[in-house]
């Protein structure tokens, strides 16, 4: 269970963080920092058992069908990941409480930050594909959230947009990667596809998994091509892009390359586009980074590069080269964390990010150049730090690799290049800013920042000063496991030294940091032949086609959706027959052998009186209340057929359904003319009416075929069986509403919620701009009765109101075991609020009404959603009803079951979707006739006119 709270705290502190948003900042820091020391002691308690190379895991069944499970579980390399996500998180967030400015939404921003923690801790704990998939999405949608968490700057907008269309769209091709990989493997559990990586890679559809879980890998960790991106969400606040370089977001690819290492690395396909994508955006990003000014896209583009390394250790496919790249991510992490810091400390006190700017800092801010050198040394690879030693063995591993089937110098050379960049652009930020030429002046005079800023760097470069001078005490065991997780085998010797020997690796060492430092020395004739080649700008390559693939889109909607919802019906009901009449054609067709029964008169009667409906319906089309008239009368008509076929719960939903649904038509037509300006001309009637015939014959032909075969085992067996035993109810369509299918009721409540307010959102406007103007112009054409609240109908409406109620409420205690529910009920309730609207007037009733109608579905949802998960605690699945018998005096023995509870929700949701609903199309009628004079008050006794009655009585004889 431990499991659930380690992956839950960082929503939670997320969902606290509203509540102390009054407070002060300190006790907002210290409850962000909460998730993250717990979820630190728990991984501290556990540590032996997984570096010794248990995997502590917990499943749950969640949507079984879909083999979606609650599955977690911590290994090594899981428990490396998190540790770095809670504790460079916890520097991140004590760092932030002194660097955002008081203007900024402090709590808005930790919340976030929370949010984007805990679907990172998801997505390292999963051990279940399809629930990394959803953590993986949902760091997507965090991250744009807090890239653009200054949404009031263009370049924040943008670059937040940039990352989720990126990083959205590889989440998508990662999607359709990993089913079929479940599918080839047969399992979508982790612990199932990591061991079964040789049927894997045997299968068919290897290749095609691959890819597309490459390009999810890619373009999360801004592999090239996909690398434009993470430069660009540098517009996000310091704090977050020290978080999402370090040991979050772009690492999610890395890891989830190291995840699935043992089902998916080995094969040639694997070694060729995993080490070759690597090792090219290591060189490019590199030669990027060298050329940039801004001190954040120095070190956005040093990540890329970084990850690059990564990415083309893991591609090698061997062992040894896994157990280097996680030690390279924790260096990494250590030293980029504190170089973002760092950058930000600089911007932060000097007022620029310019590098062009800065120079000789290192007298004026002597702490933050210590940590900024010792940092951007340890980027570089120089000793006695940690990214010495691991790009020392990165270098020894490149040096024994084959690449494209041979022992060249082509990898070497190549691998080289890149280092020497690397130790160029390094060395660019450690002169550029601490020791070069210091300007005349600075934006802002700079100094040492108080404490709170410098400590949290202070710590990761103390961590990286540690790993270089005692490796194998403070990593190797961690590594050892971590790799030995990854590849699912043993890890080889790991020997992590500052000294060698002479050795090739070494050799390569030593020329990179000779060609790095002469690529400094010569860095303006560099620049300039950089400008001079105006290669490609990323961005806007990126823009360019978005906005194509827009145009396009919006050339297809147009087309599609242009306003003509004729149009648009007759393409999805023709799509539908054709793929009706596709499926058919698929099987060849036997005629059934069931006979067939007589059809009474009473069938043949009503059968009739649909047809004549249809036809009427379809002759009076241009008077819109006849046909209203006529479709009451079908909907009538399938009601007598419910009860005639003995389903009274179908009939009275049916009779219910189509009453409210004429009233609220009614006054709907109350707002528009009262016939159409124009009717379709007669090759569309001629279209249409061929698809309805079509369509219908084709749906009589199905549900013919289907009657006349001999019955299969219908699922009704089943809940006639358990109706009584299991549900408590001897009503067996409320118990399925209820409980057997509880969740389909619960969707459709939802999705009636969701419709009430989309009626909210389109009649707002309705009686404004030009839908206005034309619907003022509409009313002269439609003639008024004199008296708009006939005072019987007034007295009617009100009599019917506490009978109606009670009605309602019996058929709501009684859906149990009898006809009847809570579905029915909400539309008993609902037409007799709909009689009195339209007996005494929007106004008087208005006045009366106690209840918000977006508060009673928003009620009603919650309701059914608590009681659906109130079966959770007890072992039960969702949904699952609870009942039980009990005895009182007088009363005798009753039933309760939590399945009432249920049924008071979605009661509450229909009624408040109806008077949401009404309430839209009555405010609407009422804002369009404000300027006419009539009297809109119901036949009520005025109070002020009574107390003035005895006066006037004097006056008479």
């Not at 805990?118 to 959803?134: F, P």
């Not at 009031?152 to 907008?157: M, V």
């Not at 707002?671 to 749906?699: C, E, F, M, Y």
């Not at 075929?705 to 699922?715: E, H, S």
Request: with cysteine; proline share 6%; aromatic share 8%.
């Amino acid at each position: 269970m431990y499991l659930v709270w380690l992956t839950l705290l960082p929503f939670i502190g997320a969902m606290l963080m509203p509540l102390v948003r009054a407070q002060g900042r300190s006790l907002q820091t210290l409850v962000a920092a909460g998730p993250a020391v717990i979820g630190l002691v728990m991984l501290g308690t556990i540590a032996p058992q997984v570096m010794a190379g248990e995997v502590p895991a917990l499943r749950a069944a969640w949507v079984p069908a879909l083999g979606l499970d609650v599955s977690l579980r911590v290994d090594a390399l899981g428990w490396l990941f998190a540790a770095l996500i809670l504790g460079i998180g916890l520097l991140i967030i004590a760092y932030t409480r002194f660097y955002l400015s008081p203007k900024d939404d402090f709590a808005r921003f930790l919340a976030l930050l929370l949010l984007f923690q805990g679907a990172m801790l998801g997505i390292a704990l999963s051990g279940n594909v399809l629930l990394l998939l959803i953590f993986w999405e949902l760091t997507s949608l965090s991250s744009f959230l807090l890239i653009g968490f200054k949404n009031d700057k263009a370049e924040g907008r943008q670059g937040a947009r940039m990352a989720l269309a990126v990083t959205g769209g590889g989440g998508l091709a990662l999607i359709g990667g990993l089913v079929l990989l479940g599918q080839i493997a047969g399992s979508y559990e982790l612990a199932d596809i990591l061991a079964r990586g040789a049927m894997i890679q045997a299968s068919p559809l290897y290749p095609a998994a691959l890819v597309l879980i490459l390009l999810g890998c890619f373009t999360k960790s801004a592999q090239f091509p996909f690398h434009f991106w993470l430069p660009h969400a540098m517009a996000a606040p310091t704090p977050v892009s020290a978080y999402l370089h370090s040991a979050t977001m772009v690492k999610a690819g890395v890891f989830l390359l190291a995840r699935l290492w043992p089902a998916l690395a080995g094969s040639e396909l694997w070694f060729a586009l995993v080490a070759t994508t690597g090792l090219v955006t290591m060189v490019v990003a590199a030669a990027i980074a060298l050329h940039r000014h801004d001190l954040k896209a120095i070190l956005a583009y040093s990540t890329v590069s970084h990850l690059g390394l990564l990415t083309m250790l893991l591609g090698f496919g061997t062992p040894a080269a896994a157990q280097v790249a996680i030690f390279h991510l924790i260096n990494h992490a250590l030293f980029k964390a504190a170089l973002f810091m760092n950058a930000g400390i600089v911007d932060h006190e000097t007022g620029t990010r310019d590098i062009r700017l800065l120079g000789g800092l290192a007298g004026l801010m002597p702490i933050t150049a210590t940590l900024g050198t010792v940092a951007a040394a340890s980027m570089a690879g120089l000793p006695p730090f940690g990214g010495f030693l691991s790009k020392e063995l990165m270098l020894e591993e490149v040096w024994h690799t084959p690449f494209l089937g041979t022992q060249g110098l082509l990898l070497p050379a190549s691998v080289v290049i890149g280092a020497s960049l690397s130790v160029a652009y390094s060395l660019r930020y450690l002169y550029g800013l601490y020791f070069g030429t210091r300007p005349d002046s600075f934006p802002q005079a700079p100094h040492d920042p108080g404490i709170g800023l410098w400590l949290p760097p202070a710590l990761l470069v103390a961590g990286t000063v540690l790993v270089g001078l005692f490796p194998q005490t403070l990593t190797k065991g961690l590594v050892s496991a971590a790799a030995a997780a990854t590849t699912g085998g043993t890890a080889p010797l790991f020997k992590p030294m500052l000294w060698h020997g002479l050795t090739p690796a070494l050799a390569m060492s030593v020329i990179a940091v000779a060609f790095g430092t002469m690529a400094l020395w010569q860095h303006r004739p560099l620049q300039k032949l950089w400008d001079s080649l105006a290669l490609p700008d990323a961005k806007m390559l990126f823009e360019r086609g978005l906005a194509g693939t827009i145009a396009i889109a919006r050339a297809l909607t147009d087309a599609v959706h242009n306003g003509a919802l004729q149009r648009q019906l007759a393409l999805l009901f023709a799509a539908a027959i054709a793929l009706g009449a596709w499926g058919m054609a698929a099987v060849p067709f036997a005629a059934g052998t069931r006979p067939t029964l007589p059809a009474p008169p009473l069938a043949i009667i009503a059968w009739l009186m649909l047809l004549a409906g249809v036809i009427a319906v379809c002759l009076v089309q241009a008077q819109r209340f006849l046909s209203l008239i006529y479709i009451s009368i079908i909907g009538v008509v399938v009601s007598l057929a419910f009860v005639y076929l003995s389903a009274p719960d179908l009939a009275l939903t049916q009779i219910s359904v189509e009453v409210v649904t004429v009233l609220l038509l009614l006054l709907a037509l109350n707002l528009l003319p009262k016939q159409p300006a124009a009717l379709s001309g007669t090759g569309r009637r001629l279209r249409d009416a061929a698809i309805g015939v079509v369509g219908g014959g084709a749906i009589g032909f199905a549900a013919y075929a289907v009657m006349t075969r001999a019955p299969l085992d219908p699922i009704s067996a089943y809940h006639w069986a358990n109706s009584k035993s299991g549900g408590g109810g001897t009503n067996v369509v409320n118990v399925t509403l209820v409980d057997f299918r509880a969740f389909d009721t619960f969707g459709e409540i939802i999705v009636l919620g969701i419709a009430a307010l989309a009626i909210f959102a389109l009649l707002q406007p309705a009686s404004r701009g030009p839908s206005g103007q034309r619907l003022r112009a509409w009313l002269p054409d439609m003639p008024r009765s004199p008296e708009y609240h006939p005072m019987m109908f007034a007295v009617a409406a009100r009599l019917l109101l506490p009978l109606a109620s009670m009605i309602g409420i019996y058929i709501f205690l009684r859906g149990h075991n009898l006809p009847g529910g809570g579905f029915i009920a909400g539309l008993v309730f609902s037409i007799a609020m709909l009689m009195q609207y339209m007996a005494s007037g929007y106004e008087w009733s208005t006045q009366r009404r106690r209840i918000d109608e977006h508060l009673m579905i928003g009620l009603g949802v919650l309701i059914a959603a608590v009681t659906g998960l109130g079966s959770l605690p007890f072992g039960a699945p969702l949904f699952t009803s609870w009942f039980d018998y009990f005895t009182l005096p007088l009363v005798g023995e009753f039933e309760l079951t939590s399945a009432m509870a249920f049924d008071i929700g979605v009661a509450l949701t229909v009624v408040g979707a109806v008077m949401l609903a009404l309430k839209e199309l009555s405010h609407v009628a009422q804002r369009a006739e404000k300027d006419e004079a009539h009297d809109d008050a119901p036949m009520d006794i005025d109070p002020a006119k009574l107390r003035a009655a005895p006066a006037a009585a004097e006056d008479v004889p």
